[in-house]
């Protein structure tokens, strides 16, 4: 597997693992990028990852409400292709706003739940998201994976900071 896998475990620090947040991150990734006939090895890829994390019995509810996710994401959210490689550095948007959406649920963050479906889905779709996004961070839960705490505060000042680089990368310079 690459080194932007499940199983890259960067040497001590001494910082916490993020090792929900990046379960997360590789898992929607590679079912995002699966729905492409050239990405699609990454099914097999993100299986054959979270099967040697959690074992085959204990992945299999995980990796049904993943793709149950991805999927109502695809069909609600405002922008559907709001995702990256498997091996880029950096998170989307759209993968910060629903790592961002687990975190609140799991953690009860009424406010962060709805600014993150207000950025993320459409209004027919948010429902359907919520639902979906919360058995996926039930089954994280359930795995012993707790995201760490997002805010609704960390959302805004996230957004703030990629709409000023977006509108950077296309100011003109006289």
């Known amino acids: 597997m690459r080194e932007s896998t499940v199983d ?16 997360f991150i590789y898992g929607l990734r590679c079912v995002q990028n699966g729905f492409y006939a050239e990405h699609f090895d990454q ?13 085959s019995r204990d992945c299999t509810p995980v990796l049904d409400a993943l793709w149950r996710f991805v ?20 998170m989307a948007r759209d ?4 790592m961002a959406l687990l975190s609140a649920l799991q953690h009860h963050d009424e406010a962060c739940v709805r600014r993150c479906l207000d950025e ?3 209004p027919a779709g948010r429902a359907a998201l919520q639902a979906t996004a919360w058995q996926l961070g039930a089954e994280y839960l359930g795995l012993g ?9 960390d959302v805004e000042t996230t957004l703030i900071t990629t709409e000023a680089i977006e509108t950077a990368k296309t100011a003109t310079r006289h």
């Open 145 to 153: 994976q707790r995201f760490f705490p997002v805010s609704e505060t």
């Open 8 to 23: 890259y475990q960067p040497e001590e620090t001494g910082r916490t693992s993020y090792s929900a947040e990046r379960l």
């Open 71 to 90: 999927r109502n994401y695809r069909r609600y959210a405002k922008s559907p292709t709001g995702f990256h490689r498997l091996d880029c550095p950096r």
């Open 95 to 98: 993968e910060y706003l629903s």
């Open 120 to 122: 993320i889905a459409r």
């Open 43 to 55: 099914w097999r890829e993100v299986w054959e990852g979270y099967r040697r994390y959690f074992g």
